[in-house]
């Protein structure tokens, strides 16, 4: 059972436009994280949100944590090619020791 | 660079190899996991070990066999693995059970062949 939505699976944009990667659940999380992975390397974390409501940036990038906990959503803002990579949004639920991955979003950004 | 040092880079390996898959950190992590990863999918969790103790098998199949010598280290045995295991397998460590980030390794790509 996917706990956890994640889309669009692919992105395929050009350089200069915006986008958004939408995570959803019918479940609560205590705490939702944002990894990036590039190809030969292991994911990479770019933000944890805590809070019911919460926005943090990062750069060019904005990250949101739905009122209820069960969503999140990562947008960039002038997306570069080095923005390229896949993003994986992770919930965590209290004390069980396991995060509960998205599919992944597989993100190209052209020059 | 990432704290989390896995060796070797590569692996290929024949159904009938046994080889293993090393691990280390030295950031004082208590909880360590193995992950396998296929291309362009989410990373899928083995096992975790939290203060050098097996806490979760998911159902692992048991030609992977996992061992924590130690609080910085963190092994994965294989034997007798068949063409669909091969895949990226990744460490992650993390500060105790918490709901905190992990931190990954670069990973090992194995291939079975």
């Known amino acids: 059972t996917q706990l956890l939505e994640q889309s669009p699976q692919f992105l395929s944009i050009q350089e200069g436009e915006n986008l958004t990667v939408y995570c959803n659940s019918s479940s609560v999380f205590s705490s939702l994280q944002w990894y990036r992975q590039e190809p030969g390397e292991g994911p990479v974390l770019l933000v944890t949100v805590v809070t019911g409501g919460e926005v943090k940036k990062l750069k060019r990038l904005t990250f949101q944590f739905g009122d209820a906990r069960k969503d999140s959503s990562l947008h960039i803002t002038a997306a570069q090619p080095g923005d390229t990579g896949l993003y994986l949004c992770a919930g965590a639920r209290s004390n069980t020791g396991k995060l509960i991955f998205g599919q992944g979003t597989t993100l190209q950004v052209k020059p | 660079d990432t704290e989390v040092t896995q060796t070797p880079k590569h692996l290929v390996m024949g159904m009938t190899n046994k080889k293993s898959l090393k691990c280390e950190q030295h950031m004082g992590h208590r909880a360590m996991y193995w992950y396998k990863q296929k291309a362009k999918k989410p990373p899928e969790l083995m096992f975790v070990?939290?203060?050098?103790?097996?806490?979760i098998n998911e159902s692992v199949p048991s030609r992977f066999s996992p061992e924590c010598p130690n609080s910085s280290l963190l092994n994965l045995h294989l034997h007798a693995l068949q063409p669909e295991d091969s895949a990226l397998y990744l460490c992650a460590s993390r500060e105790g059970q918490q709901d905190l980030p992990l931190h990954f390794g670069n990973g090992t790509r194995l291939t079975v062949t």
């Open positions: 070990y939290s203060y050098e103790k097996l806490s």
